[in-house]
T-cell receptor, first 112, second 113 residues
Framework: QKEVEQNSGPLSVPEGAIASLNCTYSDRGSQSFFWYRQYSGKSPELIMSIYSNGDKEDGRFTAQLNKASQYVSLLIRDSQPSDSATYLC????????????FGKGTLLTVNP | GAGVSQSPSNKVTEKGKDVELRCDPISGHTALYWYRQSLGQGLEFLIYFQGNSAPDKSGLPSDRFSAERTGGSVSTLTIQRTQQEDSAVYLCASALTGGETQYFGPGTRLLVL
């Protein structure tokens, strides 16, 4: 069974710090990787996608992918209280398998 | 433009009853997905529709669950003879096509008493 693992947290960081969220996956054939943010009681919202090894930066967010280690991470720089949410890692398999496999999410709390 | 919409937003039903959950995808999106999120659990894939192709039903947990997509747009997820373990948030997502970014609706919170 294809699995996506995340630390459940909670991860607590002070405002202005860097928050580091990690995710590992079991399916070596996985092609696409996503980070979704989910506020309590709301639906998931895509914040980053990454498809090739290395880093991808978008504003305060950086996604890092290492396919050899089957590892993907999300860094949030200058963390804000509004970043407090659950962050879901999602992985899509290769070929025409378009469904996403999600981790259980990491709860991030940014303290003012 | 309008996002993915789902109805009802909340549904309370008695064990053994049937329920229907509706999803309106973003206009022009050919791919539609249903997921389930139980308390403390991640999102669990249920079913995937792509255009006129046969749906991928590999995530449906039992034969009490079924879904259809009429006219390549609106989708209905039906749960027959509901059980308490069916209580969850049912999320629908759509994408321009398979493999593209999935956009989620607000979900339907189902509570089976």
């Amino acid at each position: 069974q294809k699995e996506v693992e995340q630390n459940s947290g909670p991860l607590s960081v002070p405002e202005g710090a860097i928050a580091s969220l990690n995710c590992t996956y079991s399916d070596r054939g996985s092609q696409s990787f996503f980070w979704y943010r989910q506020y309590s009681g709301k639906s998931p919202e895509l914040i980053m996608s990454i498809y090739s090894n290395g880093d991808k930066e978008d504003g305060r967010f950086t996604a890092q992918l290492n396919k050899a280690s089957q590892y993907v991470s999300l860094l949030i720089r200058d963390s804000q209280p509004s970043d407090s949410a659950t962050y879901l890692c999602a992985v899509r398999g290769g070929g025409s398998n378009y469904k996403l496999t999600f981790g259980k999410g990491t709860l991030l709390t940014v303290n003012p | 433009g309008a996002g993915v919409s789902q109805s009802p937003s909340n549904k309370v039903t008695e064990k053994g009853k049937d329920v229907e959950l509706r999803c309106d995808p973003i206009s022009g999106h050919t791919a539609l997905y249903w997921y389930r999120q139980s308390l403390g659990q991640g999102l669990e894939f249920l079913i995937y529709f792509q255009g006129n192709s046969a749906p991928d039903k590999s995530g449906l947990p039992s034969d009490r669950f079924s879904a259809e997509r009429t006219g390549g747009s609106v989708s209905t997820l039906t749960i027959q003879r509901t059980q308490q373990e069916d209580s969850a948030v049912y999320l629908c997502a759509s994408a321009l096509t398979g493999g593209e970014t999935q956009y989620f609706g607000p979900g339907t919170r189902l509570l089976v008493l």
